[in-house]
């Protein structure tokens, strides 16, 4: 799985995955109702897509998705196996990204294992349940290894510290060490504040600001209000804003033969070998160059013959959004 949803109990998790899916699951006034995981996949609409179908009279598109799933509320001391235990710790290890809900409504009707509305302090205890996961698992292998037991020890003592920017420092060092374990708090996360109507303005921008120096990406959604007058273009809408919050971008494939266009999703500033390598493992080992358009550039002007605006680029070229790539490959 891909992308998970993540956070505190009862903060609306299982909401916004319904919202984003339109699957009915499992959204009810206690801790813990979700215990098993929702998973779906979630289509990327992008309008680029229509357009350039409608330019180039093709009847075959195949949209982005993003393989969502669901996970079960986290609390104080789940990694020591505290309310649902570990379990949501494997599935949260199997994800690349993970968005973090964050309880900003007020309605006192819903339960609330807090009993404060503080969007920081949530994201402070789920951080260190990661983390708290992370150390345990150095420490187990401290005890089992031969080998690099000082710079385990090393890390482990950063990671103790608790502070994510050094955490992210000594990972980056010692990258060759680190690979293996595939840490929970290494994960990109991208935090979403669940607010309503009785969120201040002031308290949103206090919020806002605290995330902004952190350099971390939020976004304030009142996901019931959202659910409850669902319009469609709305929800595409978000799709499309988490898509490129999770670090996507789109880039694009034409086969004329079958008349089809296809988008592919990479993570931002990533090289035109690494995108060939989406569509076929082999390719990334055999491109040459790759020939690019920006499909901003055949929408704007209806370019229907599009062969002689291509740019040649070499294998290092870094894949810009809405790019139309041909990859040209040695046999
Ligand atoms: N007032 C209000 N209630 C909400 C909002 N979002 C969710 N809820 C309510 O909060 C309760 C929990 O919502 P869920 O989506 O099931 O929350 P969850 O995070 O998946 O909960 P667990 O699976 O138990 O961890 C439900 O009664 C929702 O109707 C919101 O934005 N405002
Ligand atoms: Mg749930």
């Known amino acids: 799985m891909e992308c998970g949803i993540i956070g505190l109990p009862n903060v609306g998790k299982s909401s916004l995955f319904s919202l984003l899916s339109n699957i009915k699951v499992l959204i009810k006034n206690y801790p813990f109702s979700t215990i098993t995981p929702n998973k ?14 409608k330019i180039f009279n093709f009847n075959k598109l195949q949209y982005n998705y993003i393989n969502l799933i669901d996970i079960a509320g986290i ?3 789940s990694y020591k196996g505290k309310g649902l235990g570990n ?10 990204i993970l968005i973090n809900i964050l309880r900003f409504f007020y309605n006192k009707k819903i339960i609330n294992i807090n009993n404060i509305i503080d969007p920081i302090y949530e994201k402070k205890i789920i951080l260190n349940e990661l983390i708290m996961k992370d150390i345990e698992i150095i420490e187990k292998n401290i005890k089992i290894k031969k080998n690099n037991i000082n710079k385990l020890n090393k890390i482990l003592k950063i ?26 708090c290494l994960k990109p996360i991208f935090y979403i504040c669940n607010i309503d109507k009785y969120t201040k303005r002031d308290e949103i921008l206090f919020i806002k600001e605290y995330f902004n120096k952190k350099k971390e990406k939020i976004l304030f959604l009142n996901i019931k209000d959202i659910r409850k007058n669902k319009s469609k273009k709305k929800i595409k809408k978000l799709i499309n804003k988490i898509y490129y919050k999770l670090n996507y971008n789109t880039f694009f494939t034409i086969d004329n033969k079958k008349k089809q266009i296809c988008s592919w999703k990479i993570k931002k500033n990533s090289y035109a070998y690494k995108a060939s390598d989406r569509i076929h493992s082999t390719f990334s080992k055999r491109i040459i160059k790759v020939e690019v358009i920006n499909s901003k550039k055949i929408i704007k002007n209806k370019i229907i013959n599009y062969k002689k605006f291509l740019s040649i680029k070499n294998k290092y070229y870094i894949v810009k959004d809405g790019d139309i790539l041909f990859f040209k490959l040695k046999k």
């Open 75 to 77: 609390i104080k001391n």
């Open 159 to 184: 990671f103790k510290k608790k502070n994510k920017n050094d955490i992210i420092k000594i990972c980056n060092d010692e990258k060759k060490i680190i690979k293996q374990f595939n840490f929970l």
């Open 87 to 96: 379990m949501f710790l494997s599935y949260i290890r199997n994800t690349k």
């Open 40 to 53: 779906s996949i979630i289509n990327v609409y992008d309008d680029r897509l229509i357009k350039l179908s």
